[in-house]
């Protein structure tokens, strides 16, 4: 691996630890400047988020720019731009029929559905809004860039598409800490991690990570009381069903 792409990796591991050092100075900062402590207590995480995220950015890109390494897969003749667009959008709708069938398979094997990183972002959105940047635009470029381009890309230069794809989605779920939704994760990552083969241009998965965080996102946040309301619904018709069955 070259020394750039541990860079990133780096920047990327102090992106995720940060909170630890950055939160703490912040909310200080926040009671200089006069605002109550209940409220940046609110705020806070929401406000670094977007801070380490965009940092991060900035970051990788500029390593990349300055970069001129090129792994196996972008050492071959990418497709044309308006290839290129189309599997972009193509890669949305396989990227959610994907998850749609992970979701199906962990259904059956009794996992349960919800995610507490999910419900914990659209919190943090909730609470400030531009935190939506950080989720569907600063993260899928940066998870990308480092399980595909970098984690994907190396292993591919090593082994056989199948395995690397494995093991960078298996990283990928292993980051998002959330072990029982492996199969959720892992079907992600072999599909942008196809879209990247496929296309020999990382903007495509990038592209099709974003579109699909943009959209969940703003789902969960603009229909928020809907969601609730429908799983309320259906939890209590579950129990009903239960109920029947003992009785």
Request: hydrophobic letters at 55%; a negative charge; proline letters at 3%.
């Amino acid at each position: 691996m070259k020394k750039e792409y541990g860079f990133i990796l780096i920047t990327y591991i102090v992106m995720q630890l940060s909170a630890f050092v950055g939160q703490p100075l912040l909310y200080e900062a926040g009671l200089i400047a006069g605002v109550e402590p209940d409220r940046l207590k609110a705020l806070v995480p929401g406000y670094w988020t977007i801070i380490a995220f965009a940092l991060a950015t900035a970051i990788v890109l500029l390593i990349l720019w300055r970069s001129t390494y090129r792994n196996k897969i972008e050492q071959q003749t990418p497709v044309s731009i308006g290839a290129a667009a189309a599997w972009s959008v193509a890669g949305v709708f396989m990227a959610f029929l994907a998850q749609y069938a992970a979701i199906m398979i962990e259904t059956i094997l009794g996992i349960e559905q919800g995610s507490e990183n999910t419900q914990d972002i659209i919190e943090l959105v909730q609470g400030v809004p531009i935190v939506v940047l950080a989720v569907a635009v600063f993260g899928p470029i940066l998870e990308e860039i480092v399980f595909r381009k970098i984690i994907f890309g190396s292993l591919y230069n090593r082994m056989p598409f199948f395995f690397a794809a494995l093991i960078s989605s298996l990283i990928f779920s292993v980051a998002h800490m959330e072990l029982e939704h492996t199969i959720l994760y892992a079907a992600m990552g072999f599909t942008f991690a196809f879209l990247y083969v496929k296309t020999k241009r990382i903007i495509v998965p990038i592209v099709a990570h974003v579109s699909m965080n943009t959209f969940v996102v703003l789902m969960q946040y603009v229909f928020a009381d809907e969601i609730q309301e429908m799983l309320r619904k259906a939890e209590q018709m579950e129990q009903m069903s239960q109920w029947i069955k003992w009785w």
